[in-house]
């Protein structure tokens, strides 16, 4: 096993000089003792106290000496932020950037493939992420991995729990929605969506209605009983040539399950609307219109709220390193705002609607990542989550966060990092790495799950 293991502990990875799994190691960073499980899955061995950390053997000097180490260290740095900058465009434009940063063949054991985004289950009790063409599933209070839901034909976009913990739907690149057991871990059914790769997902309250959103902007609702489509929403026909047509790249359910809230964005602007669910024939309502470039959102497990990021950022943003995230209040339209750092990696709301999670470079962009916690209501940082990558002394390997999560209790917080080789042909250098899982109270790693 040559990939690095991370120590929870201080949050280093290192690489391990055998294979670790099923055995006791040390971390060469702070001398914690761990115990690495047959499954990957690293912890702490409290039975035993930290030993003072092994001595590490520096790098071999280049020629050139320090200044032509810190060059290469900079040219690294630019050529990975700009295929991260690059992957994020075109994940936005037409739903397929994933599919060509990563090679068709998905090894679904080992997870490899970029990581979209993350969910927890309505109970709390597991978490799951899809992960190339599967879907990996981990019981949240044993720190295991369950489960490998595998079956797609292409990229996993998208998953969402059914509000019962007992079903769970993948939206995927070839344009269809599965349903699985979560029990058994069988595919149930296959809904065929045919109108662009899927891009999100949502069940109502009561896990009647599903809602997909499409990359063509078509938004169709499913009886989850008789897995029938009952309705479709299309920006393409609802919207004379003039008006806009943009992707369904997110949606949510309101609380009252009578209204579906959708954002999309197609430059130069991203508009919220809200459809009446009892016509389909109706024009939806513009509620906002988030002008920006390259604009993302998010929903918050509430129904009412979404915060909105750009993808790229103005000279002054750059100048200023920080950015303004817009807070939206869907039912009325009204936004407030909070600042932070720019280079936004992921987003997150937490389930109570009053905290921000921002994950963004450290202030050394080469060693550090940080997520960064705000109160909405006073548009200040209260907390500081640190997590330190891992970097092999050429600097070929790098990390990026690229999706959070929060528990529905908003007690925990899931980040996804994904490795990225600036030495891999293009085509396959974005691979999931691991998910790194976070008490929000004490701050602390609490495991890293593989």
């Not at 590490?56 to 000496?65: S, W």
Request: hydrophobic share 40%; net charge positive; with cysteine.
């Amino acid at each position: 096993m040559d990939d690095p293991i991370t120590c929870p502990a201080c949050a280093e990875s290192f690489i391990p000089a055998a294979d670790p799994r099923g055995r006791k190691v040390v971390c060469t960073q702070c001398g914690q003792r761990l115990v690495v499980t047959s499954a990957g899955i690293v912890k702490r061995d409290e039975a035993s106290p930290a030993i003072a950390a092994q001595t590490r053997r520096p790098p071999p000097k280049r020629p050139g000496g320090d200044s032509a180490v810190a060059a290469s260290s900079v040219a690294r740095r630019w050529i990975a932020f700009v295929s991260l900058f690059f992957a994020v465009l075109l994940l936005l434009c037409g739903g397929t950037g994933w599919y060509l940063l990563s090679s068709r063949k998905s090894e679904v054991a080992k997870g490899i493939g970029p990581l979209h985004s993350m969910k927890f289950s309505p109970d709390g009790k597991t978490l799951a992420a899809p992960v190339g063409q599967a879907v990996l599933l981990w019981d949240v209070n044993d720190l295991k991995r369950i489960s490998v839901l595998s079956g797609h034909s292409d990229r996993v976009m998208v998953v969402s729990f059914k509000p019962d913990s007992k079903t769970l739907v993948s939206g995927n690149m070839d344009q269809t929605i599965k349903v699985w057991d979560l029990a058994s871990g069988e595919n149930t059914a296959t809904l065929n969506v045919n109108s662009g790769p899927v891009r999100s997902l949502a069940f109502n309250r009561d896990g009647a209605t599903l809602a997909s959103g499409s990359s063509d902007g078509t938004v169709m609702l499913w009886d989850v009983g008789t897995q029938k489509k009952t309705a479709t929403f299309s920006t393409a026909t609802t919207f004379s040539p003039e008006d806009f047509k943009g992707y369904a790249d997110s949606l949510a359910f309101a609380p009252d399950g009578k209204t579906l809230y959708t954002y999309g964005f197609r430059d130069p602007a991203g508009l919220f609307y809200s459809w009446n669910l009892s016509d389909a024939q109706q024009k939806p309502r513009l509620i906002a219109e988030n002008r920006g470039s390259g604009s993302i959102a998010v929903f918050g497990a509430d129904g009412k709220t979404a915060t909105t990021w750009p993808s790229s950022y103005s000279e002054t943003e750059c100048a200023e390193k920080s950015v303004k995230l817009a807070i939206w209040d869907l039912p009325s339209g009204n936004k407030t705002s909070v600042r932070a750092p720019h280079l936004i990696e992921a987003v997150a709301l937490a389930p109570d609607g009053k905290t921000l999670a921002v994950a963004h470079p450290g202030e050394n962009n080469a060693l550090t990542r940080v997520v960064t916690l705000f109160d909405i209501r006073t548009n200040r940082s209260i907390a500081r989550l640190d997590v330190r990558r891992y970097r092999d002394a050429r600097g070929a390997n790098e990390e990026f966060m690229t999706s959070l999560a929060f528990s529905p209790d908003g007690s925990l917080l899931a980040l996804a990092l994904v490795a990225f080789n600036n030495e891999a042909p293009f085509d396959s250098n974005f691979k999931f790495k691991e998910i790194k899982l976070f008490d929000v109270t004490t701050r602390k790693c609490l495991a890293t799950l593989r």
